[in-house]
């Protein structure tokens, strides 16, 4: 009998080998067969996004929140009525005027400071006394306005002085500084008829009117085509005159306006005390 024999298929093997692992984990290699093998790491699924599960409380925290800024705020509370009245209407009072008799019939007079003194002005113009108006070089007080054209004024009246003691250079003066300033246009002068102021002592000093034609040098659809000036001068004191003056255009003031404007320039006189008294406008309400 041969001294080695067949190993047999079952006899168990103690020596150290390998196994066939390519069934075990892995990719199919051969690992140690006696070589512990890892646990396995345990995978933990990845969390969930959390659900906004308090959402409703959330919301009705907010609410109250916002609900009580509001309170504290006073939103929407029912205030009482003001016991205090509403403010009252402010009412001006103008402080009363002069007021003195015209003397042209149908007319209304423009009295200036206490009555001392007036002229007349047709009953379509506008009296003016405590506004000045004018342009540069000539400044006139105790107003009065014909109507208008847009903003453009048909005509005007007032009271200036001139450092003139004759008063017919004072007169002329005074028309051509009018209708130059107010016209841009070079006048043409010619004399008025005679003319003389009554004094509050029923006396009479000299006086002269010009009357100045002028075409304007202005453009536009209110400007004036052809103007006229009237101007009285009369003697004052330290070497100056007083003079009254009257202007329009022509062709928008009616076909008596030449007429109108020296029979405003004549109607200046000086007032008897007893023929003075005052009056006081209507108020004036603003609300």
Not at 30 to 52: G, S, T, V
Not at 175 to 200: M, R, V
Request: one cysteine or more.
């Amino acid at each position: 009998m041969s001294r080695f024999s067949r190993r047999s298929e079952n006899t168990t093997d103690t020596t150290p080998g390998y196994e066939d692992n390519a069934a075990l984990r892995g990719f199919g290699g051969y690992e140690p067969a006696d070589a512990p093998r890892a646990q396995p790491k345990r995978i933990r699924p990845k969390p969930k996004p959390l659900k906004w599960r308090r959402a409703p409380w959330f919301g009705l925290v907010f609410i109250a929140l916002v609900a009580g800024v509001l309170n504290a705020l006073g939103v929407g509370k029912q205030h009482p009525a003001s016991s205090s009245p509403p403010p009252a209407p402010l009412v001006a009072t103008p402080s009363p005027r002069a007021a003195v008799p015209a003397v042209v019939a149908g007319w209304q007079s423009v009295a200036g400071r206490d009555g001392s003194y007036a002229y007349d002005v047709p009953p379509n113009w506008q009296p003016a006394a405590g506004t000045q108006h004018g342009w540069d070089g000539i400044r006139l007080t105790t107003s009065a306005f014909l109507g208008k054209c847009g903003q453009a004024t048909l005509g005007g009246a007032g009271l200036t002085t001139e450092p003139l003691a004759d008063v017919d250079a004072a007169a002329r003066k005074a028309a051509t500084d009018l209708a130059t300033a107010a016209y841009g246009g070079t006048p043409q002068l010619s004399p008025g008829p005679d003319a003389q102021i009554t004094k509050a002592d029923g006396t009479a000093i000299p006086a002269r009117i010009v009357v100045a034609e002028v075409t304007p040098a202005q453009t536009g659809e209110c400007a004036a085509r052809h103007a006229l000036v009237a101007a009285l001068a009369f003697g004052g004191d330290s070497g100056t005159s007083g003079v009254v003056v009257a202007y329009a255009d022509s062709d928008r003031s009616g076909p008596s306006i030449r007429e109108d404007l020296v029979r405003i320039v004549r109607s200046y006189r000086f007032v008897p005390v007893a023929d003075r008294g005052t009056t006081t406008p209507p108020p004036t309400t603003y609300r």
